[in-house]
């Protein structure tokens, strides 16, 4: 989904382009198995208007509708002189380690990233940095909105609470929204994660999204948990 999500997110930004409006939302709803082979991507204007704009993006594999994206492009002004967050910017990458936790996932995504943790850094709860070093698109220039977006669906899988094992359980996230206070700057993508299992099948994990100068929004994902059957 990872991936899947920053593509998604170039063709919301990329669909009636306007430098007036900006990115304040994304919202992912996962209709399906995201196959790895060749899509289509069909992007509408819902909501058309001066200051606000509501865009979706449909992606279609094998004939059917596998995930719906939606994107608030809200007007922007100079709010500088009133800005605040709240939230404490992370330590930067550099006070990172190299963390291979991660590795147990599949796939060439997860190959592709360079993962490090903080301090704190434990299930349920994740403090830690993710890059990798190839574009969205082959070929074409990524802009950091794009860069980091396509990486923030692994926030469910950099301290998981459950293990995804025989005999454990399954926690696949089927959405995954991300807010922004701001557009972030770099390569760089930082997350502190929580992650909670309520007591009827539902799991919840949130983060705090940073780049290098601090926070610049927060993302959820809701999974659905299943119990995986012990190995024969």
């Known amino acids: 989904m990872a991936p899947v999500g920053g593509v998604i997110a170039a063709e919301l930004q990329a669909h009636q382009r306007r ?11 996962i209709l399906g198995t995201l196959h790895s082979e060749e899509f ?11 200051t606000i704009e509501l865009v979706e993006s449909v992606m279609m594999s094998r004939g059917r509708p596998c995930l719906v994206g939606r994107a608030w492009r809200l007007a922007t002004s100079d709010t500088s002189q009133v800005r605040v967050h709240h939230d404490p910017a992370l330590p930067g990458p550099e006070a990172a380690e190299p963390h291979q936790g991660i590795s147990r996932w599949p796939g060439g995504y997860i190959q592709s990233l360079e993962v490090s943790v903080l301090a704190g850094h434990a299930p349920g709860h994740g403090r830690g940095w993710l890059t990798n070093p190839y574009p969205m698109v082959d070929g074409e220039p990524t802009d950091s909105l794009i860069k980091l977006v396509g990486m923030v ?11 995804a094992v025989p005999g454990g359980h399954s926690f ?40 290098i100068h601090g926070p610049f929004g927060r993302s959820a994902q809701i999974q659905t948990i299943r119990e995986i059957p012990p190995a024969q």
């Open 19 to 29: 430098e007036d409006l900006r990115i304040a939302r994304l919202n992912f709803e």
């Open 40 to 50: 289509e991507v069909n992007t509408t204007t819902l909501r058309p208007g001066r």
């Open 172 to 211: 696949a996230n089927v959405d995954l929204q991300i807010h922004l206070h701001r557009l972030p700057v770099g390569e760089h993508l930082g997350l502190e994660t929580t992650s909670n299992v309520g007591p009827d099948g539902v799991g919840l994990t949130s983060a705090v999204l940073h780049d």
């Open 153 to 163: 669906d692994t926030a469910n899988g950099v301290a998981p609470v459950l293990d």
